[in-house]
């Protein structure tokens, strides 16, 4: 297990417990997670993390939690072993995305509301992949506020909005596309890569046909050339034979 060592005290990078138990819900936080990150690429003071422990107070390494997905604007991008927040300007993630699994229990879950409550969570999402709920909580001074709906809810520090049916759970981003997964984005890239292919041999068959136009054009012109040379030769011998071709 690897340890961070600050203030004489070791904080350990991990602990212990995998980062999804199925794959539905491993899906949800590698699409979240990749999605944010890519939503602020741009931008170099945004930190997007997956399954990263998020120790709180110096001096204290009983006191930690791993967000399935955690943003916190401000800081800089880059790796890290966990997020000790005295050496990141003191800034808490604003925003935290848990994902549930079947095995998750409702104590547990109490321990992460109390603990993102405490340490300055502005935004926690909470989806249940397998039920199809959205549950979300917004800060409202030092306590967070379950939010009434969340279909069609716009997250305030992300500008995401999601929407939620009996069905699925989509999110989009600011542009309105929607956060898509691995494979659906290898999908549309080869979707994408088959269309631009088909634009380029439409674009190169407009070519050929347009010079194939313009060679048969060329020999158009060059028949016509040849003819007028035809008569003008003729009506040169003729003249040479002294005829009257004004008769």
């Not at 674009?203 to 007028?228: C, G, K, V």
């Amino acid at each position: 297990m690897a340890k961070i060592i600050s203030s004489q005290m070791t904080y350990p990078e991990s602990d212990g417990k995998p980062i999804a138990e199925n794959t539905l819900q491993f899906q949800w936080i590698v699409t979240l997670q990749g999605n944010l990150d890519a939503l602020f690429l741009k931008e170099s003071l945004v930190f997007v993390a997956g399954d990263l422990l998020w120790y709180p107070v110096e001096g204290n390494n009983r006191i930690a939690e791993a967000p399935d997905v955690m943003v916190a604007l401000g800081r800089p991008k880059g790796h890290r072993g966990s997020y000790l927040q005295w050496q990141e300007g003191n800034v808490a993630p604003q925003v935290v995305f848990e994902v549930l699994s079947p095995s998750n229990r409702t104590a547990e879950l109490l321990n992460k509301f109390q603990f993102y409550g405490r340490y300055g969570v502005e935004e926690y999402y909470l989806l249940d992949p397998f039920r199809c709920t959205l549950d979300g909580w917004l800060r409202k001074g030092s306590d967070l506020e379950a939010i009434e709906s969340m279909n069609g809810w716009i997250s305030p520090r992300l500008n995401i909005r999601f929407e939620v049916t009996e069905n699925e759970i989509n999110i989009y981003k600011p542009d309105s596309s929607r956060f898509l997964t691995h494979l659906e984005l290898h999908e549309q890239e080869a979707k994408e890569r088959r269309l631009a292919n088909s634009e380029r041999e439409r674009a190169d068959n407009e070519r050929e046909r347009a010079d194939n136009e313009r060679e048969r054009a060329d020999s158009e012109r060059q028949r016509a050339d040849s003819e007028r040379e035809r008569v003008d030769r003729l009506a040169a011998r003729l003249r040479e034979l002294g005829e009257n071709l004004d008769d």
